[in-house]
């Protein structure tokens, strides 16, 4: 099980450390797509199955935390996760309430929301987050599918 607040966007599993450069502002936990000229941004079509399972994480070799959104043109760590890896994603701002187990979709912000379409899933939640509330985009432990 997942500490509470973890401090890390990788929780469990074995995906592959990469960096790019940013082309806009990326925090880690964004999902991430990459663009043509060899940058990333965050992922922006919603209910994409196809999309890279590309989750940007903390920059700890350079001391930031999760808190630090990388800036365009700052190089991007992320984790090209697998199926089974584990990770600390973002939910979209007033998402629907997400209970553990349920599938989740990519938002148009780099964020998951709970998916209408069983094809469109790219994880499944192992917590329980509402975040119906509104604000900004909440944490949420997801494994990759």
């Known amino acids: 099980m997942a500490k509470t ?9 074995d995906p592959l450390i990469k960096q790019l450069e940013a082309a806009g502002t990326i925090t880690p936990g964004h999902f991430l797509e990459l663009q043509s000229g060899g940058t990333v941004v965050v992922q922006d079509t919603a209910d994409n199955a196809d999309a890279l399972k590309w989750v940007a994480i903390e920059n700890d070799i350079g001391g930031d935390d999760l808190s630090h959104a990388y800036a365009s043109g700052e190089i991007v760590r992320f984790a090209a996760c697998r199926p089974g890896d584990e990770v600390y994603a973002l939910v979209a701002a007033s998402a629907s309430a997400i209970v553990k187990g349920d599938r989740l979709t990519t938002s148009t912000d780099g964020t998951l929301k709970i ?3 069983e094809g469109d899933a790219i994880a499944v939640a192992r917590e329980a987050v509402d ?15």
Do not use: F
């Open 5 to 13: 607040n973890p401090s890390t966007v990788i929780l469990n599993g």
């Open 115 to 117: 998916t209408t379409t």
């Open 131 to 145: 975040n119906s509330g509104g604000g900004s985009a909440a944490r949420i432990w997801v494994e990759i599918m």
